[in-house]
């Protein structure tokens, strides 16, 4: 009896047909493209500072390891404003509740940029909850919309909200990080 | 040593222990990615950031609880102490306690109570000990953690903690 209950459980922590079916490198491509679309989206805001000589930026290859992806090679963009440095560093794709994550780190603090769902405006967005009521039938499952991905800024206030990333909100947050 | 004890209602072990229980149990399950604010709680964390969190979590109970254990425990010993001296109770410990309560105004848990249990009742000496060496833990814990505990023991769980409290409680057969 307990052999067999073991055998079940044995077999239900093997890889999933669902599992198999996720494609790692596609997801990892997926995510270094938006990356990338990040990094372009940043370089126009600081386009007009970038070309007067106040601001500058590079970009640094670095490793970065998930559990669920190994290790791969992806961008750090660094931004010099006179003698502040801020680095926008990737954290990954494999998380909770969005597609991506880096974090903007300078000398007087750290903020995240989230790729999560467009319409979501919060944290509180993403909290999903069904209820059946016994007796009726189970609703059926919603058929799943394609999700538009966009990033964000994740605020550090409770409840966490997600800031539209836009020229005004990252400047905020370039000041905000490094102590303006 | 307070002349009269208020003694207000207090948790017993078994209670700790269901606390403690109720407490992991929450912690685990608001740490579950099936809980339904586990996505807004967690949001941009990877998951092993998430297990990270929920291990410091659990160790911080850990600490906790048994820090209650063995304030429950220290409480016991300083009743059994006041009873012991109130009642004048005859034998060789009691003795010796009411002898300290005359000489000092402020009795001292180490110096005092737990070296005159060890001095009359040697049959529990190791358990003094191990006891001293929690005692340490909770003074480290009582007093903000600004130093490297030297302790007898790498782990104060509540598991051992609790144990080591009822074998005590039990055992020592604590008046009052």
């Known amino acids: ?180 | 040593m307070p002349k009269q004890f208020t003694i207000t209602p207090t948790l017993e072990l078994d209670e700790l222990a269901s606390y403690h229980q109720d407490l992991v149990g929450s912690l685990r399950l608001y740490f579950n990615p099936s809980t339904p604010t586990f996505a807004a709680r967690f949001v941009g964390k990877r998951l092993d950031e998430v297990r990270q969190e929920l291990a410091s979590r659990l160790e911080e109970s850990e600490f906790r609880s048994a820090f209650f254990v063995l304030t429950r425990l220290e409480a016991s010993f300083k009743i059994d102490f006041d009873f012991r001296c109130k009642k004048r109770l005859k034998d060789d410990l009691s003795k010796n306690f009411r002898e300290v309560e005359r000489k000092r105004d402020k009795v001292r848990m180490d110096a005092d109570i737990l070296e005159g249990w060890k001095r009359h009742r040697p049959e529990w000496s190791r358990e003094i000990s191990e006891l001293r060496g929690a005692f340490k833990f909770r003074h480290w814990l009582a007093h903000g953690r600004y130093w490297t505990p030297k302790l007898g023991r790498k782990k104060y769980d509540f598991a051992y903690v609790h144990l080591m409290a009822e074998s005590i409680i039990s055992g020592f057969g604590l008046a009052g």
Request: charged share 25%; proline share 4%; hydrophobic share 40%.
């Open chain 1, 1 to 180: 009896m307990e052999t067999k209950e073991f055998e079940r459980f044995v077999a239900s922590q093997q890889e999933t047909n669902v599992d198999a079916k996720i494609d790692r490198v596609q997801m990892r491509d997926e995510w270094l493209s938006e990356l990338a679309s990040l990094y372009r989206k940043i370089a126009g805001f600081l386009q007009d500072y970038v070309s007067a000589g106040s601001i500058s930026y590079g970009y640094t290859k670095i490793e970065v390891t998930e559990p669920e992806l190994g290790t791969y090679t992806a961008k750090r963009m660094d931004i010099s404003i006179g003698r502040q440095h801020i680095s926008l560093v990737p954290v990954g794709t494999f998380l909770v509740g969005c597609k991506g994550r880096v974090d903007a780190e300078g000398s007087a603090g750290r903020a995240q940029l989230l790729l999560v769902n467009e319409r979501a405006k919060s944290a509180a967005d993403l909290i999903k909850v069904t209820v059946n009521i016994k007796g009726t039938a189970p609703p059926s499952p919603r058929e799943r919309q394609p999700i538009s991905w966009a990033w964000k800024i994740l605020t550090t206030t409770v409840p966490k909200r997600f800031v539209d990333l836009d020229k005004e909100s990252f400047f905020a947050l370039l000041m905000e990080i490094a102590n303006a």
